[in-house]
């Protein structure tokens, strides 16, 4: 019996030194994950998700402190590339963060601005050019479509515009066919 | 005789070439109103030098070619421009771009135009004039000629293929310009040649059409160059870049890479025609050979103005009473026309009237049996049921693995396919998603570091204002005990060990950059020497506006 | 050396650990959707398993003995988590997306019968040490095959019309039951 004791005290404590060698060879800093999770997410830094940008929701995500399903501007597809890459269940997106919009830049109305510069302060991707007391405008190719910018305008003089299809962008579809007889 | 060699696949089609080369190629009349696309070809479009209500000259140009890849675009003829305006362009999607409405004034007008001296030009300027020029490849790509005539890396090239094989049905534009303008297409590929230092040019015609290879022979023998006009089997797509190299000479082309970077360039007999238009008389691609053929009166080949609208087009050839619609380029590669109010671009081939008979509607897509007919018949050697599967299942990644991208959407799978799968359809849908998804990445890529740039800027911004403020309340602090070795002290940038830090490393950076002296100045011409000391000059100016900013 | 071949040969094909034992089906049906995570998961269970055999053999001849030997399930138990500890350090050093991905099954491995099962086998096949190797590397690679084949039918079956009430892990079900079939072919390979 004492032996029977001894042998797996003794295992357990070899096994034990061979682990705690381990937790100090293979120490891991840092979370590498978050790089992983920040090249999915759409980088519009709109903060639907309830993080101030996409980062910071990247570390949430790799913390386990926030669910996948909190981006609208990804839509489902990001969601499936997130559980997939975090070996999770999918989830359809949690409509409290709002719902997957068309892609859309934001426009601003030059008569009406005021150069007030509130705007340019509210992009997160510095999108917007102009100085006090001069009109400004939004760099089209840069804005990310974040809507950050509506909120502080003070003559709601910024809409957003869809980006209709163009040549440029303009992709086949997907093969369907109308369903006939087969005679 | 020339060891021919086979690619992998190909199909037959009934060729149905024999209708439209009964005539010779007929001058097209200037119709009441061209429509002229500002991006007739691969990469970026021209950039429009002409407004409402100016009057150009045939010839003139009223695109700048913008960026690398991109070419010139010129007036078809002389008269006014009444608009720069969006209008449907040929492309599948039938969506608009900007075009220039032209209204020809009926005479005809040349810009001064005159042979280039190229013997005297270097290749470069001469490369820049085919640019301006609006050169294309004309076999339907309309890729820039001028980026394929840059050698880049590779100085000689060991051959230079002239694609006359024209493999497609219906198409017969290749083969009446090589029957009637052959001593033009070798003048071409002669200049072709030239410019790419290439030792051996193969000039590649299928055998269905003996008139071609019989003119372009004896065009040759005129000639003062060596060329070898290979008469090649009549397969489709033998005429296909790829397909054309390994028939000639054998070699591949290896997946993701170029003829160039095997030592080929592969040319249309078009282009090199449009190419000694260019140089030896100094006329930009105003026109070109268009095949006008299916339910037609008279099918035929006519050289038609760019922009001509294909309704005007088609009417000069009588479209029967059935016509229901018209494909731009042939029934294998080509596309439905949204409308026939769209313009021939450089890039059009051919145009066929459809009708139910000549090409009724596909019977509806069956299953696939995985019977693998469609491996057989692929020219790309690729797994074609694979990849409809992948693409079907929107796998992405998965088609990509297949090597989706080696893809030259030939059709010769659907051909094929006894279940009759559009194929292709699947395959181009996609290439769409996957650059679409590409877009996005790079979009985001520019979001988050511009968006990291600015967390970056306002955390510094933030640590400035707290130095600031830090150096305020220590001077006032100073300036309230009465000590003034203090006070001294705090004025002095040496005693400050921070600062005297800060100072420090200005000063090693500055004397650093004193010290660099630039690299490959020597043997530099004058004129290179002056634009460098100017350069110098306005650095130093900004440097200086940089200090005076800093240190107020 | 004809001995190991025959053991390797009769653990990946014959006398397959997934496919005719019935062993490890847990993670045998849980990472196999994707080739790549198949792939790890089969790389990772090949060295848990190999170094588990070998350890186990010496824990049990020269530890345990003949005199201990109702202690076998319970030190083999200790010795494969411990393993498995190591193995999932080392990976979440060398490779962090794998580790996500292996996720569970990671540390799933240590309640894998085959991985317990494997080192039970050899004890009572009186295996000496350098057969218990090529015995649990033999089975590892049996799981790994049958795991990583399995990942590459879903894959396509995944792109497939499959009738709704089918979807999942119904037709993998299927798919398995057949593959299982399949392996019994191999039966009567070796004498």
Redesign the interface.
Same mark, same amino acid.
């Given at each position: 019996m004492l032996t029977a004791v001894f042998v797996m005290a003794g295992l357990a404590l070899a096994i034990g030194a061979v682990l705690g060698f381990a937790a100090i060879r293979f120490r891991v800093e840092g979370h590498p994950l978050v790089e992983k999770i920040?090249a999915i997410?759409?980088?519009?830094?709109c903060g639907q998700c309830g993080f101030p *940008?996409?980062?910071p929701y990247a570390q949430a995500i790799a913390e386990g402190n926030a669910e996948i399903n909190q981006c609208p501007p990804g839509g489902e597809e990001n969601i499936h590339k997130l559980a997939d890459l975090l070996g999770a269940e999918f989830k359809p997106l949690n409509a409290a963060h709002g719902v997957p919009k068309p892609r859309s830049v934001a426009v601003i109305d030059e008569e009406l601005c005021i150069g007030c510069t509130l705007c340019t302060q509210a992009c997160?991707?510095?999108?917007i050019l102009g100085a006090a007391k001069q009109m400004h405008t939004v760099i089209a190719a840069?804005c990310?479509g974040c809507e950050l910018c509506l909120a502080p305008c003070p003559v709601d003089c910024i809409h957003m515009l869809p980006v209709g299809?163009?040549?440029g962008? #303009?992709? #086949?579809?997907?093969?369907v066919?109308p369903l006939?007889r087969?005679a | 005789m020339r060891k021919l060699h086979r690619f992998h696949g190909g199909v037959h089609p009934p060729d149905r070439k024999a209708e439209s080369t009964r005539l010779p190629i007929a001058r097209a009349p200037l119709p009441r109103r061209l429509v002229v696309p500002l991006?007739q070809h691969l990469g970026h479009g021209a950039k429009p030098l002409v407004q409402a209500g100016d009057r150009v000259l045939k010839g003139q140009m009223i695109g700048r070619a913008e960026g690398y890849v991109s070419a010139a675009i010129h007036a078809p003829t002389s008269g006014t421009v009444r608009a720069l305006e969006m209008h449907p362009?040929p492309?599948?999607?039938g969506?608009s771009?900007l075009c220039v409405m032209l209204e020809p004034d009926g005479e005809e007008r040349w810009v001064e135009r005159g042979p280039l001296d190229y013997a005297n030009l270097d290749p470069q300027a001469l490369r820049l004039k085919l640019r301006d020029a609006g050169v294309v490849g004309l076999g339907g790509a309309a890729f820039p000629s001028y980026v394929k005539l840059s050698p880049g890396a590779r100085q000689r090239l060991s051959t230079l293929v002239i694609n006359g094989a024209e493999c497609e049905p219906y198409i017969t534009c290749d083969d009446m310009l090589m029957r009637e303008r052959a001593d033009e297409i070798v003048q071409g590929v002669r200049l072709i040649r030239l410019m790419l230092h290439a030792e051996e040019v193969l000039i590649g015609i299928e055998d269905n059409k003996p008139e071609a290879i019989a003119a372009l022979r004896n065009a040759v023998k005129r000639g003062t160059l060596r060329m070898d006009v290979v008469p090649v089997p009549t397969v489709y797509p033998g005429g296909g870049e790829r397909q054309l190299i390994k028939v000639l000479t054998g070699a591949e082309v290896p997946s993701g890479k170029r003829p160039v970077d095997i030592g080929m360039a592969c040319f249309n007999v078009h282009t090199a025609y449009t190419v000694h238009r260019a140089v030896a008389f100094g006329e930009p691609v105003v026109s070109r050979v268009v095949t006008v053929a299916g339910n037609v009166l008279a099918p035929r080949n006519y050289e038609v103005p760019l922009g001509m609208r294909v309704a005007d087009l088609a009417a000069l050839a009588s479209p029967l009473a059935d016509t229901s619609g018209y494909l731009m380029g042939g029934p294998m590669m080509g596309f439905e026309l949204p409308s026939a109010d769209i313009p021939v671009v450089k890039a059009s081939n051919c145009i066929i009237a459809k009708s139910q008979a000549l090409f009724p509607a596909p019977p509806?897509?069956m299953?696939c049996i995985r019977c693998g007919r469609c491996a057989q018949a692929c020219p790309a050697q690729l797994q074609p049921m694979d990849l409809f #599967?992948?693409a079907?299942?929107?796998?992405f990644g998965?088609a990509q693995e297949y090597s989706l991208f080696d893809c030259i959407e030939c059709g010769c799978c659907s051909f094929v396919c006894p279940s009759h799968i559009?194929l292709v359809?699947?395959y181009?849908?996609a290439? *769409?998603?996957i650059?679409?998804k590409e877009?996005?990445r790079k979009?985001?890529?520019?979001? &988050?570091s511009?968006?990291?740039? &600015?967390q970056l800027r306002i955390e510094r911004d933030k640590q400035e204002r707290l130095e600031k403020l830090a150096r305020k309340t220590a001077a006032a602090r100073s300036h309230a005990a009465p000590a003034p070795a203090m006070q001294e002290a705090a004025a002095n940038p040496a005693d400050d060990p921070r600062k005297a830090a800060i100072e420090a490393a200005i000063e090693r950076a500055r004397t650093q950059k004193a010290t660099i002296t630039p690299r490959n100045v020597d043997n530099l011409t004058p004129e290179k020497q002056a634009e460098i000391a100017r350069i110098e000059e306005r650095r130093k100016k900004i440097r200086e506006m940089a200090r005076d900013r800093i240190e107020p | 050396m004809e001995g190991y071949l025959l053991i390797l040969v009769g653990t990946v094909f014959v006398n397959n650990i997934v496919m005719v034992k019935i062993l490890g089906l847990c993670p045998f049906m849980g990472v196999s959707r994707k080739l790549e995570t198949a792939l790890g998961m089969g790389a990772a269970t090949t060295f848990v398993l190999t170094l588990g055999s070998g350890t186990s053999y010496l824990v049990n001849k020269y530890l345990l003995g003949p005199d201990l030997a109702y202690l076998t399930t319970l030190s083999f138990i200790v010795v494969i988590a411990g393993i498995v500890q190591f193995t999932e350090m080392a990976i979440r050093k060398t490779s962090p997306v794998l580790y996500q991905v292996l996720g569970i099954y990671l540390p799933l491995i240590t309640t894998n019968c085959a991985v317990l099962g494997i080192p039970l086998l050899n004890v009572q096949a009186k295996h000496d040490f350098v057969e218990s190797l090529f015995f649990g590397m033999g089975g590892a690679l049996g799981f790994s095959l049958a795991l990583i084949l399995f990942a590459g039918i879903r894959?396509?079956i995944?792109?497939?019309?499959v009738p709704g009430i089918f979807r999942g892990s119904a037709i993998a079900m299927v798919t398995a039951g057949l593959m299982s079939l399949a392996f019994m072919g191999f039966a009567g390979l070796v004498k």
């Open positions: 920040d997410l759409p980088q519009t830094q *940008g996409c980062k997160p991707v510095d999108a840069e990310t299809e163009s040549i962008s #303009w992709k #086949w579809k997907y093969p066919f006939t087969a | 991006h362009v492309h599948p999607s969506l771009d509806p897509a299953p #599967w992948f079907r299942a929107r796998n998965k559009p359809q699947y181009r849908f290439k *769409g998603e650059w679409a877009r996005e979009a985001a890529d520019l979001a &988050r511009r968006h990291e740039f &600015r | 894959e396509r995944e792109a497939a019309d």
